[in-house]
Nanobody
Framework: QVQLVESGGGLVQSGGSLRLSCVVSGSIFSINVMGWYRQAPGTRRDMVATITSGGSINYADSAKGRFTISRDSAKNTVYLQMNSLKPEDTAVYYC??????????WGQGTQVTVSS
């Protein structure tokens, strides 16, 4: 089992920045990939950024150049630094852990709202 708790969402003006945090607990050794996803009302949940246990990073095109995913293994925390935010970044952001066994776990989500 893996537990994920996100924080850091909020309301920010266009062009502003936020840093999301995801604290991971449980069977951390079993995690292969950590990722951030987002879902706006009426849309599907899409990948924003992922980082593997080996350190490989992948970004959605919409996130490249503006968002940075990172991790602090000592704190069991994964971050998403979001800069130059746009109104279209408004969504609920979810943290996800994919284990080597192919099962996945989601956090409860944190709301990000970007005003124009």
């Amino acid at each position: 089992q893996v537990q994920l708790v996100e924080s850091g969402g909020g309301l920010v003006q266009s062009g502003g920045s936020l840093r999301l945090s995801c604290v991971v607990s449980g069977s951390i050794f079993s995690i292969n990939v950590m990722g951030w996803y987002r879902q706006a009302p009426g849309t599907r949940r899409d990948m924003v950024a992922t980082i593997t246990s080996g350190g490989s990073i992948n970004y959605a095109d919409s996130a490249k150049g503006r968002f940075t995913i990172s991790r602090d293994s000592a704190k069991n925390t994964v971050y998403l630094q979001m800069n130059s935010l746009k109104p279209e970044d408004t969504a609920v952001y979810y943290c996800k852990a994919d284990r080597f066994t192919r099962d996945g776990y989601w956090g409860q989500g944190t709301q990000v709202t970007v005003s124009s």
